[in-house]
């Protein structure tokens, strides 16, 4: 019994030290670079579907009548939106290696006892820059700054009371 009993504290012992193969998947920026990898590669195949379009409207259009004009244009933004958004997705997947190599080195410095991992500091100021690059400012003269709804966000409750609904009292 005593040997049972010591083989499975000595078991618990050395399976704590197991190694994570895969450190990245329980980080959170990685997760985020994930994210906006599948955003950009959802708007990049959305886009060159409309660009399809486009020039299949442009196959359509009559001669001479000042359309053609109109569609090049079309076809002149569609191909530069589509540019952006392969630059974009290409930006994000190498953001997501260099996530990759950074998080595992981290994990293994963590291990053998040195860097904290993950780093609360360096998450914090991550959150606090995304926030800010997500945040949609614009500047009205009369009521100040006004935030827009961010990317991949819903609005708002509205039952926050606002000027036009606020009683007048007379």
């Known amino acids: 019994m005593k040997y049972l009993f010591f083989v499975l504290i000595l078991s618990f012992f050395t399976s704590c030290d197991k190694k994570d193969p895969n450190p990245e998947l329980s980080d959170e920026v990685y997760k985020d670079y994930i994210q906006e990898l599948d955003i ?7 886009e060159e579907k409309g660009f399809e379009k486009i020039l299949d409207e442009k196959k359509k259009v009559v001669p001479q009548t000042g359309q053609i004009k109109y569609v090049q244009k079309k076809v002149f933004d569609s191909e530069r939106r589509i540019d952006a958004l392969r630059q974009q997705k290409q930006f994000f997947a190498i ?3 260099l996530r990759k190599a950074q998080v595992q080195q981290r994990y293994l410095e963590n291990l053998q006892g040195g860097r904290k991992w993950p780093d609360e500091e360096e998450l914090k100021t991550y959150r606090s820059t995304i926030k800010f690059q997500r945040d949609k400012l614009t500047w009205d003269k009369n009521k100040g700054i006004k935030k827009s709804v961010p990317r991949g966000t819903v609005k708002p409750n509205e039952s926050e009371p606002t000027e036009a609904s606020e009683p007048t009292s007379r």
Do not use: F, V
Not at 40 to 46: F, V
């Open 40 to 46: 950009s590669t959802k708007a990049l195949d959305a």
């Open 95 to 97: 953001k997501l290696e």
